[in-house]
């Protein structure tokens, strides 16, 4: 079965630190990868994806992520984050091109907060 | 345009009552997802329906658990009877399909935390 591992449960960083969260996923297949987010009180909401092409995909908030299919990793960047970044970060992967399931399988959840 | 509506919010029962959740898609949202969400732990889907039917409910356990979507609109999740694991939040989920494509985006309401004494 698939599964997606987030190593970091907390993460606490100082506002202007670079922020680095892990996702790897268990699938050999082609997969569509995703990070959510969930600000305090609010819905989740899809931050970035990546389908094919370019592995290095730009998201909302001036967040990034990389897909390094040799590592099986879907990692989440930000070279500068901000208080407002505090929150939840879910990974996320829907295993089987053509969205045939339109299934997604979620990670634990590593939870940021940023310090002013 | 407005977004995934949930009721309630909150919920608070005790164990053995039934309890229903009722979600609301994006309209024009054909298909519809059911997720439990268990503290500390990422959504795990329950259910997906395409317009009126359930397509993928392998993993709602349907010895105390039921979902149904009427006109392929609005949908209801109910539970019963309760028990002290269910407490969680459930969260619903809406997404359109699009012929000829591939994955489409996943909206999500703001979920209904169910509590469980």
């Known amino acids: 079965a698939q599964s997606v591992s987030q190593h970091n449960h907390h993460v606490i960083l100082s506002e202007a630190a670079s922020l680095e969260l892990g996702c790897n996923y268990s699938?050999?297949?082609?997969?569509?990868l995703f990070w959510y987010v969930q600000y305090p009180g609010q819905h989740l909401q899809l931050l970035l994806k990546?389908?094919?092409?370019?592995?290095l995909v730009k998201g909302i908030k001036g967040f990034e992520a990389e897909f390094i299919k040799s590592k099986f990793s879907f990692n989440l960047r930000k070279p500068s984050v901000q208080w407002s970044d505090t929150a939840e970060y879910f990974c996320a992967v829907n295993a089987g091109y053509g969205g045939a399931t339109n299934k997604l399988i979620f990670g634990t959840g590593t939870l940021l907060a940023v310090q002013p | 345009e407005a977004g995934v509506v949930q009721s309630p919010r909150y919920k608070i029962i005790e164990k053995k009552q039934p309890v229903a959740f009722w979600c609301n898609p994006i309209s024009g949202h054909n298909t519809l997802y059911w997720y439990r969400q268990n503290l500390g732990q990422g959504p795990e889907l329950l259910i997906r329906y395409e317009n009126e039917e359930a397509v993928d409910d392998s993993q709602l356990p349907k010895d105390r658990f039921s979902a149904e979507r009427l006109k392929g609109v609005d949908s209801t999740l109910k539970i019963q009877p309760a028990e002290l694991g269910d407490s969680a939040v459930y969260l619903c989920a809406s997404s359109s399909r699009t012929a000829g494509t591939g994955y489409n985006e996943q909206f999500f309401g703001p979920g209904t935390r169910l509590t469980v004494l």
């Open positions: 699938y050999g297949g082609t997969v569509n």
């Open positions: 990546y389908f094919s092409g370019d592995p």
